[in-house]
């Protein structure tokens, strides 16, 4: 297995459409994620001005990124939406609300 498919733990044939289609969401946001790290230290290490501002840039683009799929995960699928709901943008203790 390849991409997306690697981290699959049950026959593919055996998972819904949306069951896939949200393992492809989360891989997703997990390499956008593991982008925005890496370009983070990549800029963190630069001594090139101009360079860290371009590594930066880029590290805000897989951002962007990540956040375009949340919100599609917010718009396809009920428990995501309640969550981000319930936490983003709140105000308080995280854990405790």
Not at 76 to 82: E, G, I, M, Y
Not at 87 to 96: A, K, P, Q, R, T
Request: contains cysteine; proline residues 2%.
């Amino acid at each position: 297995m390849t991409g997306s498919s690697a981290g699959l733990h049950a026959p593919r044939e055996r998972l819904t459409k949306e069951t896939l289609a949200m393992h492809q969401a989360i891989v997703s946001i997990m390499e956008e994620l593991e982008a925005v790290d890496w370009y983070r230290q990549r800029a963190d290490d630069c001594d090139d001005p101009e360079l860290k501002a371009i590594l930066l840039h880029n590290m805000r683009e897989e951002m962007e990124h990540a956040v375009m799929v949340m919100e599609w995960m917010r718009r396809n699928n009920a428990d995501f939406a309640k969550y981000l709901k319930e936490f983003l943008y709140s105000d308080g203790d995280i854990v405790d609300h």
